[in-house]
């Protein structure tokens, strides 16, 4: 469940709050099961609206992350792939290191092309 602020509290028609902490609970009424139904169902769209908020601010942190790493060499590949001629394990290790950096990295295509580039 989220953390959020709790909801009003709901008096009678007419009744005003009380003035002291023993007062207060005395105008509380128990809430309707249409009163719950309605506050449950206004927390699931409070919760769901900051998750959404969430979820677009991480996406948008990638993007600003891969924009910056775009023209960032990776130095360990760049030695495996002046080795991936005589050295087999040189292969495997570059593609496991491409398979971890994800697909949308911009790195990624420009070295598996000089990857082919080197073998083929």
């Not at 009424?29 to 206004?42: G, H, I, V």
């Amino acid at each position: 469940m989220c953390c959020l602020e709790p909801l009003p509290h709901r008096l009678r028609y007419g009744e005003t709050r009380g003035v002291g902490p023993w007062e207060d609970s005395y105008f509380k009424r128990q809430a309707t099961l249409e009163e719950l139904r309605q506050d449950f169902a206004e927390l699931q769209r409070r919760c769901e609206a900051m998750r959404r908020a969430a979820q677009e601010r991480a996406e948008e942190y990638r993007r600003i992350q891969l924009q910056t790493l775009a023209g960032q060499p990776i130095p360990e590949v760049d030695e495996l792939l002046i080795r991936v001629g005589h050295d087999p394990n040189a292969r495997d290790r570059i593609l496991q290191i491409l398979e971890g950096l994800g697909a949308d990295d911009p790195r990624r295509a420009r070295y598996r092309k000089e990857l082919a580039r080197r073998l083929f």
